[in-house]
């Protein structure tokens, strides 16, 4: 094929410098002032001595584009996406189509005016395994997209039948043609702006966002020396005006965020995230990657029926190895998903059980769970103990407990036919990791006396992760440990008739 061989080594493009900046302006901006106000209040540490730190990072700020524009080279063809950074130390990362399982289209808020996208590809690993393409335009964007479908392409066409290219546009669970895409794919779910509010509330993220903001203006005032006569002028109505705007900030920032959220799949069988309207993100994940799914419940999901859904890929080592996929929805949308994305496990008995149980029962476990921290913390006041002491033992208590009830109500569940793997967690809420047999490398168990113990099941999302549980069936771990084995000799083979370049039947 002639478009195989590597194109020519390309840098970033120019508008890269001017979006680069862009981005950095708030942070500059931040450090200039911080400076600022540091010279006008030499009284208070450390004063003028701050530019010691903030005059590098300034510069630091002001180089790093320039410097990865004259450094920063990539090459693709047909095959692979090779990458070259560096001056003094010059690093060259290669890494094939076929191993690709993850691709991020980022487009941060400065990005948007030049037409640029930061573009991720990701492999089986952790984070030192992604190849980050610092800028990229539509036309590059594109290409990568274009070459990353072809690869995965093979797999999928041995897995699932054709697709006929007709598509009908919709709003859940059709099928859906855009302008740009390699062909059909399908819309499994897109979030209304009330399933964002609803999110936004049961996640609690409204109160960390707007928190966030309302405690950085306070900061900046009385950094300002403000911050008294703020409290003077507006008294009592200070704290109403906080919480009002932690809670609208809250939404609006989440809303923004999150806005035209939808999930998919595309025509080779990736899952697609998209969202955010300032910033926007397009993530597609290959099936492949995908090792198991989380399913998770807290107290307000509970009361409004929602339930929240996360992937366990390969390719992830943050948050445990899950990539967020929706936000909290009705089991119905869920099991939607999983059907679509996980086909071979089976995941609408854990969605009824879940559902099965009751808020109720949620609320008199977090009771039962907060009583020996309140218990703790009114000896601690009896005994004149410090406020800090008092409520350090508390929450020292209180996190003994909820681990070893989480341990406690921990309970390993083999599938049928050694298919599939579940770890259940109820207590406060209610947590579910359900993987592929498959997915499990290593199955261990613990007894004391011949009696056993604890279990742990031992897979890779990211990086080695384990689940452990003190409840479960031996018979089921002795199916598992088997298949675990059988498949750990057949790859064996597979890698010792490859090396001698023979074909297993």
């Known amino acids: 094929m002639a478009d195989a061989a590597m194109t020519p080594a390309q840098r970033l493009p120019r508008a890269y410098v001017g979006a680069a900046y862009l981005e950095r302006v708030p942070v500059i ?26 005059g590098p990072l300034v510069v630091l700020r002001l180089a790093e584009p320039l410097y990865r524009m004259a450094t920063v080279l990539w090459e693709a063809s047909e095959l692979d996406l090779r990458l070259t950074t560096g001056h003094v130390h010059r ?7 076929s191993e690709v399982r993850a691709l991020d289209v980022q487009v941060p808020w400065a990005y948007r005016p030049f037409g640029l996208a930061r573009v991720v590809v990701g492999q089986t690993g952790d984070a030192s395994a992604q190849l980050v393409l610092p800028a990229a335009d539509a036309g590059t964007q594109q290409r990568i997209k274009h070459l990353a479908q072809q690869g995965t392409r093979p797999a999928v066409a041995a897995r699932e039948p054709a697709r006929g290219p007709e598509a009908v546009d919709g709003r859940e669970g059709v099928d859906i043609t855009e302008a740009g895409d390699a062909g059909p794919g399908r819309l499994l779910y897109r979030a209304t702006l009330a399933d964002l509010l609803l999110a936004t509330l049961v996640y609690g993220q409204f109160a ?10 306070w900061d900046l005032l009385d950094t300002a020396g403000l911050g008294d006569d703020a409290g003077r002028v507006f008294g009592a ?15 609006v920032v989440t809303v923004v ?14 899952v697609e995230i998209r969202f955010g309207s300032v910033a926007r993100l397009e993530r597609s994940v290959d099936r492949r990657a995908v090792a198991g799914v989380v399913l998770q419940q807290n107290l307000a999901e509970k009361l409004f029926g929602r339930v929240r859904l996360a992937l366990l890929t390969t390719d992830s080592a943050v948050q445990l190895g899950a990539n967020l996929v929706l936000p909290s929805l009705p089991p119905v949308v869920v099991a939607r998903v999983l059907d679509d994305v996980l086909p071979d496990v089976p995941t609408s008995e854990v969605l009824a059980r879940i559902a099965e149980r009751r808020l109720r029962s949620a609320v008199q476990v977090a009771l039962v769970t907060a009583l020996p921290a309140v218990l703790v913390a009114l000896a601690l006041r009896a005994a004149s103990a410090p406020r800090a002491l008092v409520v350090l033992g508390a929450l020292a208590v209180l996190v003994a407990v909820v681990a070893a009830g989480r341990l406690a109500s921990s309970r390993l569940v083999v599938g049928p036919g050694a298919s599939s793997v579940a770890l259940w967690t109820s207590h406060v809420s209610d947590r579910v990791r359900v993987l592929r047999a498959e997915a499990v490398h290593v199955v261990s168990l613990t007894a004391l006396l011949g009696l056993p113990l604890l279990v742990r099941a031992y897979y890779h999302a990211g990086m080695p992760r384990t689940l452990t549980a003190v409840r479960f069936r031996p018979s089921e771990l002795e199916s598992l440990q088997a298949g675990a084995g059988a498949r750990g000799l057949a790859q064996a083979r597979g890698r010792r008739a490859s090396s001698r370049g023979e074909v297993l039947p």
């Open 257 to 270: 965020r999150f806005a035209g959220f939808e999930v998919r799949t595309s025509a080779v069988g990736a």
């Open 208 to 217: 960390v966002a707007g928190g966030a903001v309302a405690m950085s203006a």
């Open 237 to 251: 109505a200070v704290g109403a005006a906080v919480v009002l705007l932690v809670v609208v900030v809250g939404f």
């Open 29 to 54: 901006v931040g450090l200039l002032g911080g400076g600022v106000l540091c010279l006008l209040r030499p009284d208070r540490w450390p004063g003028p001595w701050a530019w010691v730190v903030i």
């Open 91 to 97: 690093r060259t990362r290669t890494v094939p189509w």
